[in-house]
């Protein structure tokens, strides 16, 4: 797994080039005269809670997933009525072993580019990366609309477009929990979620065609870290409005239950505070500010000082502490310099590294190559973060050397360190309940959690005519209060993103790589006598992670004359040597050859230098 490259700046314009996996749909439309301008449109606010229900026009609502319902990452999602998109998240997502070489993975937003007059702005939900990480892609390329979302997102947001120099482009508005914002034809509540991130929230969203409540990574936390529990006031007058449609995440929808409150979990991580002999390393992602405020807590509690380590784990402390969401007392974080003339049991270390990315702190003080900190024998190491799928032999192979060095290692198997942000089961049953929906839609999650997702609200009386399991690129359309489900209305598919290239990587090139680590590659390089058609002297043969040259000669030997009767068999016409040609016998005749002698499939690549 690639180490996230969050410092990457890409060139000025980036080449979003598409892979099309499904069938290509999108509809032009052409811009209506006389619209009024976006600055014109937005944040007219303080119409008071109290909105009129729209009198029901004809036209339809489309809502459409571009990523998230068939996956847990890159999600967005677009609302279009009439001559308005209203854009909820755009996040990436980590790529899988299928995908050799590729960092992340962003939706495919063509449909957007060619639609991008009718986009009235870009609402965020909360600042994980699989809602923001996708901005500094996608932004420039849909002409850069405006953004509204939650302080804290907000700075995140801020932060994430200035590592890619593109800050000031795009307007990013802070929103009053409690505002009314109009773009176009949406109106947009908002309503306090909790996860495991402050200033999470979800949407209420009035259009003609019906009413919308979007609430995507979210869980009830009735002892929240920063005291601010979920709206449920709020969601229960929605509910009392009346709702079509609850979009709501599905990520926990297998899990029995109700979440862990995070308060929960500060009384493990003070017992782990309280126990620990020497030093506390603390591993756990960036963004989760509550958990970290816990570990400030615990910290001053028992006289600890903190060191933290790691790039994007210092700026989130940052932009936390500035917006006055993180308390830190004074002189609680120290530099690591510092740490060392202190006792073992007076040192807290925070770090990123939680998904055991190679490059990030944590992964570095297990390997020993961390600038200031080594870890050692009586050292107690906390991973409080559940590996993501796809990152647990990395977190496995952080976690063996880290007790090889002698640290005892605590993670989410020995110790319920990592409280999942997201609703469990009877947590999901009751926001269904609150909202009362007509139709209800699972999303955020796997095809498989989406089902587990629809089974619970079946179970709670909605239809299964009403609800609706899409994949990307699929529709629901809402006319007048009613809804019906669309497949493939536009055309989605995944964007590789591999250093500074955005899908420039397709699947040919994910092809030969995964065919070069599988079986390697075989280069023969062919002299061609340009007038007799004939090989001038012997070919060479080059190979890599196929066969160890010095052990094979035999087989070199066989091939090099398999290379000599391809190329010079009688139909290719001295005159006229047609390469391209040669080169494609090569490759499948030699190819064929060494799959007989050998079971495996190399990536040929034949060379020809004429002479
Ligand atoms: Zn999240």
């Known amino acids: 797994m690639p180490a996230p490259r969050l410092g990457i700046s890409p060139n000025a314009e980036l080449v979003l080039s598409m892979i099309t996996k499904r069938q290509q749909r999108p509809q032009r439309r052409k811009a209506e005269p006389g619209q009024s301008d976006t600055a014109a449109l937005v944040q007219r ?49 980590f790529p899988d072993e299928n995908m050799p070489g590729v960092d992340y993975i962003i939706p495919d937003t063509k449909y957007l580019q060619e639609n991008k007059h009718k986009i009235r702005g870009v609402v965020i939900t909360h600042g994980h990366l699989d809602h923001i990480g996708a901005v500094p892609y996608i932004l420039p390329k849909i002409g850069d609309p405006p953004v509204f979302t939650m302080p804290l997102t907000a700075a995140f947001v801020e932060r994430r477009l200035e590592e890619f120099h593109l800050l000031g482009r795009s307007q990013i508005h802070r929103l009053d929990i409690d505002q009314v914002l109009n773009l176009g034809t949406f109106s947009l509540r908002f309503f306090r979620l909790n996860h495991n991130i402050p200033d999470s929230m979800g949407l209420s969203i009035r259009t003609p065609a019906g009413h919308i409540i979007y609430a995507t990574d979210w869980k009830f936390d009735h002892t929240p870290v920063d005291n601010k529990p979920s709206e449920f006031h709020k969601i229960a007058t929605y509910g009392g409005e009346g709702v079509t449609l609850l979009m709501s995440d599905s990520t926990n929808a297998e899990v029995p239950g109700y979440s862990l409150s995070e308060k929960d979990l500060g009384e493990t991580i003070d017992r782990v505070f309280r126990d620990a002999q020497g030093r506390i390393v603390f591993a756990t992602f960036s963004t989760l500010i509550n958990r970290i405020q816990q570990v400030f807590n615990s910290a001053t509690k028992y006289d600890r000082k903190v060191v933290v380590t790691g790039r994007s ?4 402390v940052e932009i936390a502490f500035s917006l006055g969401i993180l308390k830190i007392p004074p002189k609680l974080i120290i530099r690591a310099e510092a740490a060392r003339r202190l006792p073992d049991n007076k040192v807290v270390i925070l770090s990123t590294g939680s998904q055991g990315e190679e490059s990030a702190s944590l992964a570095r003080m297990a390997r020993g190559e961390h600038k200031t900190i080594t870890i050692k024998a009586g050292d107690t190491v906390v991973i409080s973060a559940s590996p993501i799928p796809g990152n647990e032999a990395a977190v496995g192979s952080v976690m063996n050397n880290m007790t090889r060095l002698g640290a005892r290692v605590i993670y989410n198997k020995n110790l319920d360190i990592h409280s999942s942000g997201h609703a469990k089961q009877e947590d999901l049953k009751m926001m269904i309940s609150l909202v009362k929906p007509k139709y209800f839609m699972p999303i955020h999650g796997e095809h498989h959690m989406l089902v587990a997702h629809a089974e619970l609200a079946h179970n709670l009386g909605v239809p299964d005519a009403n609800i609706f399991i899409l994949d990307n690129g699929d529709a ?6 009613t809804a019906k489900k669309m497949e493939h209305v536009i055309k989605t598919g995944l964007v590789f993103i591999d250093g500074l290239g955005v899908g420039d990587v397709g699947e040919v090139v994910l092809r030969d790589r995964k065919v070069m680590a599988e079986d390697g590659m075989f280069v023969v390089i062919m002299q061609i006598d340009r007038k007799t058609g004939k090989l001038a002297n012997q070919p060479d043969i080059i190979s890599r992670g196929f066969v160890y040259m010095k052990e094979s000669e035999d087989l070199l030997r066989e091939v090099k004359h398999e290379v000599r009767k391809v190329v010079e068999t009688k139909s290719n ?5 047609n390469w391209a040609y040669i080169r494609s016998r090569v490759r499948d005749q030699i190819g064929e050859f060494l799959f007989q002698r050998t079971e495996r499939r190399p990536l040929i690549l034949p060379v020809i230098i004429e002479v």
């Open 476 to 481: 629901v359309v809402l006319r007048e209060g």
């Open 573 to 577: 016409k001295p005159q006229e040597p």
């Open 45 to 93: 606010m303080d119409r008071g809670l109290s909105i009129q229900h729209p009198h029901t026009g004809a036209s339809t609502l489309r809502v459409i997933p571009l990523g998230g319902v068939e996956e847990v990452g890159e999600n967005m999602t677009i609302f279009e009525y009439e001559n308005d998109i209203l854009i909820v998240d755009m996040g990436f997502a």
């Open 313 to 316: 784990i210092v700026a989130s």
